[in-house]
């Protein structure tokens, strides 16, 4: 189980350079992405094709990563990386706790900019 996701506003700013206005632009893209980048993941699963997985991991990665959710990124990455060598053992228990991962993040931003 990975670690209840808490934002850190400040790390965030620091490697946005401490511009706010970036920050708020990047929390508004992740929110209204949030259901699409999700789909795309499901769809991904389903599909079967692991190039098409690996991209979605691949993206949701550098998303949560934005937001210092180092562990939610690192699930994305464990998928994107066996995704990539075509060995997606229990990718659908990954699919699953990565899907949680980012309502989770985007629950906690909602709340943060009281969205």
């Not at 990975?2 to 511009?19: S, Y």
């Not at 706010?20 to 508004?28: D, F, N, P, R």
């Not at 980048?37 to 599909?47: E, I, K, W």
Request: charged residues 25%; without cysteine.
């Amino acid at each position: 189980m990975l670690t209840p996701f808490i934002i850190d506003k400040a790390a965030i700013l620091e490697r946005l350079g401490g511009d706010e206005e970036i920050y708020a632009m990047m929390l508004e893209m992740f929110l209204n992405d949030v259901a699409g980048n999700s789909a795309a993941l499901r769809t991904a699963a389903a599909s079967g094709q692991a190039a098409q997985l690996q991209r979605e991991a691949h993206t949701l990665k550098g998303l949560l990563a934005t937001f210092s959710d180092d562990a939610g990124s690192a699930l994305a990455y464990t998928l994107e990386q066996q995704a990539r060598r075509g060995e997606v053992v229990d990718g659908e228990a990954q699919v699953t706790a990565l899907l949680a991962r980012i309502d989770e993040v985007a629950a906690v931003l909602r709340q943060a900019s009281g969205r």
